[in-house]
């Protein structure tokens, strides 16, 4: 468990933490239009402040014990190979926790464009997480051999499957919704109370 707890507050430091920093640095520069607009988060897009940067590192480290945590419960169910047994994680997270991140409520996704290159951008850090705690705690704690009969293993594997599909699903239908919503919105109010000023009320 300790293992988990500290491979995963690493990878959660640089993948949801030093990660979306990053990501959200691309995503100024991709939409200069933005430069100024208040976020969700009660941000300002282009401003890079300490105290943002330090809450963000809090929370990527935070989220990614859990991450780790649960990396380590299921990484024995997961129907891959060995060493693939990162990415399919990483596909799991991304389907399930990756819901509560790319929320059509989110105004951010309202405000950037492409949203598709934010959601693009967003997924890869999944990627990141799950390879980074993975080879840590793979190779600090490894897998050992597990005495489940085929049956059981295969019923949880279907249930992994059918949560993924399950995600997939949801993501067919937010994403669309989330690319036509693009650029529809000029600033958020913040605190997940939507859009403060749509573009379509914006003054010529």
């Known amino acids: ?7 995963g507050a690493i990878a959660g430091l640089i993948s949801a933490g030093v990660g979306s920093r ?4 691309i995503i100024a520069l991709a939409d200069p239009d933005t430069d100024g607009a208040n976020t969700d988060a009660e941000a300002s897009v282009g401003e890079i402040t300490f ?11 935070i989220a990614g014990v859990m991450g780790g945590v649960l990396y380590l419960g299921v990484r024995r169910w997961l129907p891959v190979p060995a060493g693939w047994k990162w990415l399919a994680y990483a596909v799991l997270t991304l389907l399930t926790v990756g819901q509560l991140l790319f929320d059509t409520h989110n105004a951010d996704f309202q405000i950037f464009e492409p949203v598709v290159l934010v959601i693009a951008l967003f997924s890869v850090l999944f990627l990141v997480n799950g390879l980074i705690v993975s080879a840590l705690v793979d190779r600090f704690h490894p897998e ?15 249930v992994l499957v059918i949560v993924c599909l399950l995600g997939i699903t949801a993501y067919a239908d937010t ?7 693009q650029g529809s919105c000029l600033s958020a109010k913040g605190g997940g109370n939507g859009c403060a000023v749509r573009t379509s009320e914006a003054a010529p």
């Open 22 to 25: 990053v990501v959200m640095r």
């Open 51 to 61: 105290g943002g940067t330090i809450e963000l590192l809090i929370l990527g480290t």
């Open 144 to 158: 050992p051999a597990y005495r489940s009969s085929l049956r059981v293993s295969r019923a949880v594997a279907g």
């Open 1 to 7: 468990m300790r293992v988990a707890v500290i491979g």
């Open 175 to 181: 994403v669309p919704q989330m690319i036509d919503e």
